[in-house]
């Protein structure tokens, strides 16, 4: 991890290094706890179709309401759950509250999870990931993994085998935080993506401008061609609406349309929808 490389420099012993590492510890011990505590809860935040407006899928979003500590992000446990190993017991977690959730749903739309490389690379994996599909009685076609290109540095065999006994059975993958990583066209080349998901950094933000523009458009392009979709992270407003969508990206997700929401809501904003469709199949 290039963040844990980066503070090990700092080489001298200071005290909000020893606070960060028994919050650590404390997240460490805790999280263990946590879900049967149920203290965790899945949010779902929706991946919104740039054509029509519809809501083509959600993504599954961690949050753990902490009794002491309030609302933690997954940007604070999630490395934490990797390194103790908790992770797999989690992820399956997350994956079968995700599909029980999606279950729910009209069938046209699907759910997006977030998997770690550890949680692949753990025996028995895809075992898990069928368990919460067939438990929920999902079609696994509606359920999408994300991966990062950190799972490719190393052990690319378990990795692969992994995606190809889940392709076989229908659950797609998308290419997460694209821009950020070694942005390897390899891993595009080699691994059955439908979804290119381009970096919010890119987006939204200071770097955002028409270098970032010219670079979301190339992508688009070569994912286009390819048959992959281009989700745009992190939108946050209209005229960045107008930007992706005019750079080629067809799908967007970001705080523009909705932030992550609980089940109930992602529930009540298909329903809303479906409201909005009424008047239209009432003249057809
Ligand atoms: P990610 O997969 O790239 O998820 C998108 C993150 O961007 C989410 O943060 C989401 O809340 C945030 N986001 C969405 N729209 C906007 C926007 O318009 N503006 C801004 N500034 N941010 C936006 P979140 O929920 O804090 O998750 C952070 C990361 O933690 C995720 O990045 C993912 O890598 C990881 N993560 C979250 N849930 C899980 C999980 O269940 N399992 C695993 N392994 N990782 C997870
Ligand atoms: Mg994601
Ligand atoms: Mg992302
Ligand atoms: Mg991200």
């Known amino acids: 991890h290039a963040k844990v490389a ?6 001298f012993f200071n005290p909000s290094m020893t606070r960060e590492l028994v919050r650590r ?3 460490e011990d805790e999280l263990r706890l946590a879900i049967m505590r149920d203290e ?3 949010f779902f935040q929706p991946i919104v179709d740039l054509g029509t407006g519809k809501i083509r899928s959600f993504e599954a979003l961690v949050r753990w309401f902490h009794p002491e500590k309030g609302e933690l992000r997954p940007d604070e446990f999630i490395p934490v759950a990797e390194e103790t190993g908790v992770i797999v017991t989690l992820g ?6 995700a599909a029980r959730a999606c279950a729910q749903w009209p069938e046209d739309v699907s759910v997006a999870v977030n998997l770690s490389p550890l949680q692949i690379r753990a025996p028995g994996a895809a075992l898990g990931i069928l368990n919460a599909l067939r438990e929920a009685k999902l079609d696994p076609r509606r359920l999408e993994l994300e991966v990062t290109e950190t799972l490719f540095v190393d052990d690319t065999h378990a990795t692969a085998a992994f995606i190809e006994e889940l392709s076989d059975r229908g659950v797609r993958f998308a290419l997460d935080d694209f821009g950020t990583g070694y ?15 381009v970096d919010r950094s890119f987006v939204s933000g200071p770097n955002v401008g028409k270098k970032s523009d010219a670079i979301i458009r190339a992508v688009a392009e070569m994912g286009t061609t390819l048959g992959m979709e281009i989700v745009a992270e992190g939108i946050e407003t209209i005229e960045q609406v107008r930007a992706v969508r005019e750079a080629g990206c067809t799908l967007g997700q970001g705080y523009y349309f909705s932030r992550a929401v609980p089940d109930y809501l992602a529930a009540m904003l298909l329903a809303q929808e479906r409201d909005d469709d009424l ?3 009432l003249m057809a």
């Open 92 to 97: 399956n977690w997350i994956t079968a509250q």
């Open 183 to 197: 942005s390897s066209l390899g891993y595009i080349n080699s691994f059955p993506f439908s979804k290119i998901k």
């Open 279 to 281: 008047p239209k199949a």
């Open 25 to 27: 510890r404390e997240i």
């Open 40 to 42: 965790l809860s899945i």
């Open 6 to 11: 980066g503070r090990s420099q700092t080489s």
